[in-house]
């Protein structure tokens, strides 16, 4: 491209521009591309700010995360930052995924011995009783 189809490309404006560059609905795609991302980010962002605002979660809660247990560190507008116990580690979860996370906490009444047993459990081991049957006469 030398210089004078440059110079009428830059006097054409913006989307004359664009079309000559990229086609004459490459332009559209690249529009699409650009309004769909912002729709990802707004999402990203309104998700955020319900956690971020919402009291469901505070800083230094522990909760357990699919089993694990874990602590709330950070609560962003676009991810939350959990400390998992077990390994040492830490988890950024982006804020739109935390409803696919399965969440547990401790209730406050919950110091029971046990952990949601079944009903025949709590009745305690069954009671065997050996009977004689009488021989068989010949």
């Known amino acids: 491209m030398n210089t ?17 560059l990229i086609g004459e609905y490459g332009w559209m795609f690249a ?9 990802d980010l707004l999402m990203n962002m309104v998700s ?24 709330v560190i950070r609560k962003g507008w676009f991810s939350t930052v959990f400390q998992c116990e077990d390994r040492g580690t830490s988890l950024c979860v982006p804020n739109s995924q935390l409803k696919h996370l399965t969440v547990e906490r401790k209730l406050p009444n919950g110091h029971a011995e046990f952990y949601l047993p079944k009903g025949s459990e709590l009745m305690g081991p069954m009671k065997v009783e050996i009977v004689d049957t009488p021989a068989k006469k010949k």
Request: no cysteine; hydrophobic share 50%.
């Open 4 to 20: 004078n189809e440059l110079t009428n490309l830059l006097n054409q404006g913006g989307e004359a521009a664009a079309k000559n």
């Open 48 to 71: 955020g700010f319900v956690v971020f605002v919402g009291n469901e979660w505070k800083n230094d809660e522990i909760l357990y995360l699919s089993g694990r247990k874990a602590r």
């Open 31 to 39: 529009a699409a591309f650009v309004a769909l991302m912002a729709k």
